[in-house]
Nanobody
Framework: QLQASGGGLVQAGGSLRLSCAASGRTFSNYAMGWFRQAPGKEREFVAAISWSGGTTHYVDSAEGRFTIYRDNAKNTVYLQMNSLKIEDTAVYYC?????????????????????WGQGTLVTVSS
């Protein structure tokens, strides 16, 4: 089970940190990622991280502004979002890859996701 939190309302240029706590699994066996879905748009990949946390990957629009990291001791993955833009407004979902799959299975054009968390809404205002 994945429990996401940390969304909210923030002004453009501001920051938010999303958290996703995992339970019921050996967290370090799973690559993790974040996706988002803006109103009227399809869900899109945002960021992924390997089992160990040693490898990360971002969608171009998030590169340099967002940071994904994980704390395996706390069974939690985070998404630090800085310099937020209005176009970052979306429902953000955390996702776990299938056990022992890689982060690139989450970042693939057709992502292979083992489980989804519930969404957390991020609203960026002008």
């Amino acid at each position: 089970q994945l429990q996401a939190s940390g969304g909210g309302l923030v002004q453009a240029g501001g920051s938010l940190r999303l958290s996703c706590a995992a339970s019921g699994r050996t967290f370090s066996n799973y690559a993790m990622g974040w996706f988002r879905q803006a109103p009227g748009k399809e869900r899109e990949f945002v960021a992924a991280i390997s089992w160990s946390g040693g490898t990360t990957h971002y969608v171009d629009s998030a590169e340099g502004r967002f940071t994904i990291y994980r704390d395996n001791a706390k069974n939690t993955v985070y998404l630090q979002m800085n310099s937020l833009k209005i176009e970052d407004t979306a429902v953000y979902y955390c996702a776990a890859a299938r056990e022992n799959n890689s982060w690139y299975d989450l970042a693939a054009p057709r992502p292979s996701v083992g489980s989804w968390g519930q969404g957390t809404l991020v609203t960026v205002s002008s």
